[in-house]
Structures are given as structure tokens and as C-alpha cells.
């Protein structure tokens, strides 16, 4: 959806898509976590709901820009920058195991 947005000259868009979204979870971000129930204390998940998110509209705007160097035959940018995505991805995959600060998270 992202993308298209994107494509369509729309981007404003995905910020009003992002603040329903925010919306929708705001009950949920006041919560405090229960170390019994292994349900995560509201900053926790709004931490996570945050990254994901960055990292969703990051990718989205990678795919809209590849999209377009695809078009304008720019092999070696699509190849340099989709591998890039990729081992950085790998690498952040790597590195979260270890920020971990409870077992239930």
C-alpha cells in the first residue's frame, strides 16, 4: 500500500494510514506488563509498534525507488542497494536477540 502511495505522488497519505493505526493501539500503549501473564508493558510494545513501522515505510520507499531505477535500467544501483537491504536486515535480525531485556518479550 505503501508503495502505491508512493507511485501515485500520495505520501502524505501514509502518515494519515500511520496515525489510525496509532489511533487504534493507544489503549493498549498505557498498559503495564505482567511478568505471570507474560504480557509486555505498554512502552515495550509501542517501541516495538515503532520500529516496525519505520522500518516498513523505510523498506516501502526502497521498493518505490528500486521500482523506478528498474525502469531507468540502472542494474547495478538495483543490485548494490537491494543485497544492502538485505544484509542490513540480516544484521538487525542478528543484533535484537541481545537488546532483549525480559525473557517474555
Not at 502518515?15 to 504480557?39: I, M, N, P, S
Not at 509501542?46 to 521498493?63: C, D, H, K, P, R
Not at 531505477?69 to 542494474?75: F, H, L, M, P, T
Amino acid at each position: 500500500m505503501y508503495v502505491a502511495f508512493l507511485q501515485l505522488g500520495l505520501g502524505n497519505l501514509i502518515g494519515v494510514w500511520l496515525v489510525l493505526k496509532v489511533a487504534g493501539h493507544w489503549k493498549r500503549w498505557v498498559d503495564d506488563g505482567d511478568e505471570q501473564t507474560q504480557r509486555p508493558d505498554g512502552r515495550s510494545v509501542f517501541n516495538i509498534f515503532l520500529i516496525g513501522n519505520a522500518l516498513t515505510v523505510l523498506y516501502s520507499f526502497v521498493g518505490f525507488k528500486l521500482i523506478g531505477w528498474i525502469q531507468a535500467e540502472r542494474v547495478l544501483q538495483v543490485c548494490w542497494v537491494s543485497l544492502s537491504v538485505i544484509a542490513l536486515t540480516l544484521g538487525f535480525w542478528a543484533w535484537i536477540p541481545g537488546q532483549r531485556k525480559s525473557r517474555f518479550l
